[in-house]
């Protein structure tokens, strides 16, 4: 016989009888509902959802994929040098970066002004981290208060990027900054 | 007419050719960075290395006379290595900070590198510092490390601008663009240089690090700064890249302006007035339609001309120079029977300005004043006619006077304040409509929008169709 599409179960005549399944179906659930509280009942592991947010798995992976974060120099300014790599290689378009020019550092003219990260359209794909020239922006595996009821107010700034936690490369050396060779030299 | 061999592909060049002209304009490509088509032939990049059958080394290209029954040879492995080596040359000193370079995107020796070009480079040696972020102007930074010396800069104010103000002095390493004279670069076509730099050494200060290039898209558009009319691209944010955090009015502002190559009317050009037309169009605007200085809603202050015209015994128009053709048609069309036509000069030549030289810059300062007398004559508005009611088309009007007769004004530049007409509509710029100008040899250039007009501003065109 042919099926009217392309997933049509198959009946027998003890699924045709419809009450026998319906009462496995819920010694399923029945099992698995009891199961738990009996791991509840006895204080063990893995038997309750976690209360996201307000409680926290603290198993992540080392490897997981969370908030960024945005490292600093040693000096304390941001370490990106807004090149809006991760901006330009983002695939959800979530990355806005603001640049301006700062001539007094002349190792650093270009720096970003303010940096912003939608995490209502983020992916987590880490895409960004592996784009960045100079190991500015990170993902650490914590995902703090991400949650919100409105798409709008689901921006991270720079302040935020940068101080939730301070992180440095220490294996990064600049140079010292020289005066910028205005004059003609001699 | 010459037939040479091109990469086994026969080519027609005309005489006086060079191999390089010949190759680019039949699709052959053959890197370059000295090369303009506009200005004399350096040949000092050296990156256009050809192989010229029957002759022992490679010839640059740039320089070469096309000759009958040459053979060209451009992708030999002998010319790539010849390519590596220059490139390797050119970056020897050249500080690869692609990263935070406005260039970069549509950079040559970016793009050179990429294809060209070594990964690494092979010199142990550390990078000539030289001064970076050099003011050559108050609108251009130059950037001495990333310059290649191709001497595109100081050949264009040398045969196209004819100042004669930039030069390349010291020798070697030290070698550097300079303002030849003390003194400002204040040439009124300087901002050409960054456009014709292949390299991000002369930066626009305008521009600097407002956004990566490609982010934006340019739009057509012409340039109103005179009647020359310089088709010129209008650099908007593409619509991929729409800001959402940083500010939605971004995304209405145009970034930068540049030219529009367009052989007939101003080659691959335009003057300094062209390179600011976005901030020319970012000044205050008139946004709310008003009568007798009391905001209205559009349909009430149509009501109230169209009610003025109809009492009015002796009604005049004057018609903006800022009007696209297409607008004038419409205008003749609906009211041009009805009314006495004048013309008006929305703008004049600003204090200190370039009024008109022998290359791009004309003294009428209207894009249209042409179109506008090809259709009703040139004819200044003067207060002895009598006129009861004027309708005043287009910007700076205030200071004229008009003897006591009603008017309605159609502006798109100002504040509310200064208005004092018994009706006032705005409308749309040259940026939020599509349309075309004359200009004064009467060569007709088209624009296209830009941006969406804002919602109570009006375009001119279908405003005339509901006063009549």
């Known amino acids: ?186 | 007419m010459i037939e040479l061999k091109i990469d086994n592909k026969m080519v027609a060049a005309n005489e006086g050719e060079t191999v390089l002209q010949a190759a680019l304009r039949h699709g052959i490509e053959i890197p370059h960075f000295c090369y303009h088509p506009c200005l004399s032939i350096a040949g000092n990049c050296r990156i256009c290395l050809v192989k010229v059958g029957g002759r022992p080394k490679l010839m640059p290209s740039c320089n070469l006379a096309v000759a009958p029954n040459m053979e060209i040879e451009t992708d030999t492995e002998e010319v790539a290595e010849a390519r590596r080596a220059v490139m390797r040359f050119i970056t020897l000193n050249h500080p690869g900070e692609c990263g935070i370079c406005d260039k970069a995107g549509e950079c040559r020796l970016q793009d050179y590198h990429v294809r060209y070009g070594e990964p690494e480079p092979i010199s142990i040696e550390p990078k000539s510092r030289k001064p970076k972020f050099y003011d050559l102007s108050p609108r251009i930074l130059l950037d001495n490390e990333r310059c290649i010396l191709c001497g595109c800069c100081v050949r264009f104010t040398q045969e196209v601008s004819g100042s004669h103000q930039l030069g390349i002095v010291e020798r070697g390493s030290h070698a550097r663009v300079e303002r030849l004279e003390t003194g400002a670069f204040d040439d009124p076509y300087s901002d050409n240089v960054i456009g014709l730099c292949p390299v991000g050494a002369l930066l626009s200060r305008d521009f600097l690090y407002r956004s990566r290039v490609w982010y934006l898209e340019p739009v057509r558009s012409v340039c109103t700064g005179c009647s020359r009319c310089c088709s010129v691209n209008v650099w908007r944010r593409n619509r991929h890249w729409h800001l959402r955090a940083l500010g939605e009015e971004l995304n209405r502002t145009a970034y930068r302006v540049t030219p529009f190559e367009n052989p007939e009317i101003n080659g691959p050009w335009i003057c300094n007035k062209g390179y600011d037309l976005h901030r020319f169009m970012a000044r205050q605007r008139v946004l709310q339609p008003m009568i007798a200085g009391r905001g209205a809603s559009v349909e009430e202050a149509l009501a109230e001309a169209r009610r003025l015209l109809s009492e009015s015994i002796n009604p005049a128009a004057l018609v903006s120079a800022h009007a696209s053709n297409e607008e004038l048609a419409a205008f003749q069309a609906a009211l041009g029977p009805r009314l006495a036509v004048y013309s008006r000069e929305d703008y004049r030549p600003a204090p200190g300005e370039a009024v008109e030289d022998g290359l791009l810059i004309r003294g009428v300062k209207n894009p249209n004043s042409y179109g506008v007398q090809a259709l009703f004559g040139h004819r200044p508005y003067g207060v002895i006619n009598g006129h009861d009611l004027l309708l005043v088309w287009g910007d700076n009007a205030e200071d004229t006077s008009f003897d006591g007769a009603r008017v309605i004004r159609l502006a798109s530049f100002g504040t509310q304040q200064e208005f004092t007409a018994d009706v006032l509509i705005p409308v749309s710029t040259t940026f939020e409509r599509s349309g075309s100008f004359s200009n004064f040899e009467g060569k007709v250039n088209r624009f296209d929008k830009v941006f969406d007009k804002p919602e109570l501003v009006q375009h001119a065109g279908e405003l005339f169709g509901r006063l009549a």
């Open chain 1, 1 to 186: 016989m042919r099926k009217d599409y392309w997933n049509k179960p198959e009946m027998g005549l003890w699924e045709r009888l419809y009450i026998f399944e319906v009462i496995r179906g819920l010694c399923i659930t029945g099992s698995v509902f009891l199961g738990n509280m009996w791991k509840w009942l006895t204080f063990r592991k893995g038997a309750l959802t976690a209360y996201y947010p307000e409680e926290l798995r603290s198993d992540y992976s080392p490897n997981n994929r969370g908030r960024h974060v945005l490292t600093q120099r040693d000096n304390g300014q941001v370490q990106c040098v807004s090149c809006n790599m991760c901006a330009t290689v983002c695939p959800a378009y979530a990355i806005e970066i603001l640049s301006t020019a700062n001539f007094a550092d002349p190792c650093h003219p270009k720096a970003p002004e303010r940096f912003e990260i939608d995490y209502s359209r983020c992916i987590f794909c880490g895409f960004c981290v592996e784009a960045c020239p100079e190991d500015a922006i990170r993902m650490v595996k914590e995902v703090p208060d991400f949650p919100g009821f409105d798409r709008d107010r689901m921006w991270a700034g720079m302040d935020l990027l940068m101080n939730w936690r301070p992180m440095r490369d220490p294996a990064k050396h600049y140079p010292t900054p020289q005066a910028p060779l205005r004059e003609v030299p001699e």
